[in-house]
């Protein structure tokens, strides 16, 4: 069987890869080297996007030194937006919940605050968001999301009457 560098429980775009089992995961899960492996894979990923893995207890993110080039290839090859959704859906299973929330904070600031990733906005509103496991995380990063939306009036991933009580 061919295998993936982020695995999950769901079928992807490579229909000869069989979706892992929540055996596998828990082993996965369990296993050190498995474990560290998946982390530097990660930070190859995040490498190849323009983002620095800044610390790997935390998920802290930033911009890597080539991020311009790498936003700008980012920017051109929507197929892109695939391989971080199923990333941060791999992040969760794995057990890296904060890592999903770093991610998906760090695309946000970048289409959202920065607007160096105009070609990323949609995936990061319609799909980043919303792998993010933890209930509260998500609906904190819906509510940033909605207050650096440009026009607030039409952001529609959370109701307004929730968003503008938001804490």
Same mark, same amino acid.
């Given at each position: 069987f061919p295998f993936r560098l982020f695995p999950l429980r769901e079928h992807g775009m490579n229909w000869r890869a +069989?979706?892992?089992?929540? =055996?596998?995961? =828990?082993?996965?899960?369990?296993?050190?080297?498995?474990?560290? +492996?998946?982390? %530097?894979? #990660?930070?190859?990923?995040?490498? *190849? #996007?323009?983002?620095?893995?800044?610390?790997?207890?935390?998920?802290?993110?930033? +911009?890597?030194?080539?991020? %311009?080039?790498?936003?700008?290839?980012?920017?051109r090859f929507s197929h892109n937006n695939l391989r971080i959704t199923r990333i941060l859906k791999c992040l969760g299973e794995?057990? #890296?919940?904060? *890592? =999903?929330?770093?991610?998906?904070k760090f695309f946000l600031t970048e289409t959202l605050v920065e607007e160096t990733l105009p070609?990323?906005? +949609?995936?990061?509103?319609? #799909?980043?968001? *919303?792998?993010?496991?933890s209930k509260e995380k998500r609906r904190e990063l819906v509510h940033y999301a909605w207050q650096h939306f440009k026009p607030q009036s039409s952001f529609v991933w959370g109701p307004r009457d929730k968003l503008l009580k938001y804490r």
């Amino acid at each position: 069987f061919p295998f993936r560098l982020f695995p999950l429980r769901e079928h992807g775009m490579n229909w000869r890869a +069989r979706p892992l089992t929540c =055996q596998e995961i =828990q082993a996965f899960r369990k296993s050190k080297e498995v474990m560290d +492996r998946f982390i %530097r894979a #990660y930070e190859l990923m995040l490498g *190849f #996007y323009g983002i620095s893995l800044v610390s790997k207890e935390t998920g802290e993110l930033k +911009r890597a030194e080539n991020w %311009r080039e790498r936003f700008e290839n980012l920017n051109r090859f929507s197929h892109n937006n695939l391989r971080i959704t199923r990333i941060l859906k791999c992040l969760g299973e794995m057990g #890296y919940e904060d *890592f =999903q929330v770093h991610l998906v904070k760090f695309f946000l600031t970048e289409t959202l605050v920065e607007e160096t990733l105009p070609n990323v906005k +949609r995936s990061a509103l319609d #799909y980043f968001l *919303f792998t993010v496991r933890s209930k509260e995380k998500r609906r904190e990063l819906v509510h940033y999301a909605w207050q650096h939306f440009k026009p607030q009036s039409s952001f529609v991933w959370g109701p307004r009457d929730k968003l503008l009580k938001y804490r």
